[in-house]
T-cell receptor, first 112, second 115 residues
Framework: SQQGEEDPQALSIQEGENATMNCSYK?????LQWYRQNSGRGLVHLIL?????REKHSGRLRVTLDTSKKSSSLLITASRAADTASYFC????????????FGAGTQVVVTP | DTGVSQDPRHKITKRGQNVTFRCDPI?????LYWYRQTLGQGPEFLTY????????KSRLLSDRFSAERPKGSFSTLEIQRTEQGDSAMYLC?????????????FGEGSWLTVV
């Protein structure tokens, strides 16, 4: 069973628009990691945010973390067709370093 | 840094046969993880190793599944007496150390289809 939830499940936008997706998790965490997955491929690491951080940037990506609400968000600015993929957040629980907890992901489609 | 390597990328097998997947982690990464992903779902944890020690196994990992990391480098995941429900992508990942800022890198996955 999935241990986290992403919202929305699917997102369709046009190139140049921003894409925002949210993630909730259930347990206390050490950090939270966001991944991208193209159809049929492995997961590509995007960004890691530690439990004592509130916001992090990497290129066109901005991640926030609210540990009081057990939630995180990923913002992709100025989206491109190449951003079309599924995006997953994965939380690393404090009681188990190895057990990344994934949600079902957000499927993003960016049309030219 | 050549990334996490998995082999084979695709495997089709008949129900009841045994299959084995291999994973080569990023060089010097002491932690290695196995996950399983079915269509439309996020990956689910199966097991992980620190060096050669298997530290945790999921309840998903029935007695038909076994994972090894004999020398603390590459790892194998064997599924015995495969069932159609085993059809999924098996993902391997690796990371360095244990701190709260260690990125976990995934490979391209091994697709298993049981017919």
């Amino acid at each position: 069973s999935q241990q986290g939830e992403e919202d929305p499940q699917a997102l369709s936008i046009q190139e140049g628009e921003n894409a925002t997706m949210n993630c909730s998790y259930k347990t206390s965490i050490n950090n939270l990691q966001w991944y991208r997955q193209n159809s049929g491929r492995g997961l590509v690491h995007l960004i890691l945010i530690r439990s004592n951080e509130r916001e992090k940037h990497s290129g066109r990506l901005r991640v926030t973390l609210d540990t009081s609400k057990k939630s995180s968000s990923l913002l992709i600015t100025a989206s491109r067709a190449a951003d079309t993929a599924s995006y997953f957040c994965a939380s690393v629980p404090t009681d188990s370093w190895g057990k990344l907890q994934f949600g079902a992901g957000t499927q993003v489609v960016v049309t030219p | 840094d050549t990334g996490v390597s998995q082999d084979p990328r695709h495997k089709i097998t008949k129900r009841g046969q045994n299959v084995t997947f291999r994973c080569d982690p990023i060089s010097e990464h002491n932690r290695l993880y196995w996950y399983r992903q079915t269509l439309g779902q996020g990956p689910e944890f199966l097991t992980y190793f620190q060096n050669e020690a298997q530290l945790e196994k999921s309840r998903l990992l029935s007695d038909r599944f076994s994972a090894e990391r004999p020398k603390g480098s590459f790892s194998t995941l064997e599924i015995q007496r495969t069932e159609q429900g085993d059809s999924a992508m098996y993902l391997c990942a690796s990371s360095l150390g244990q701190g709260n800022g260690n990125t976990i890198y995934f490979g391209e996955g091994s697709w298993l289809t049981v017919v």
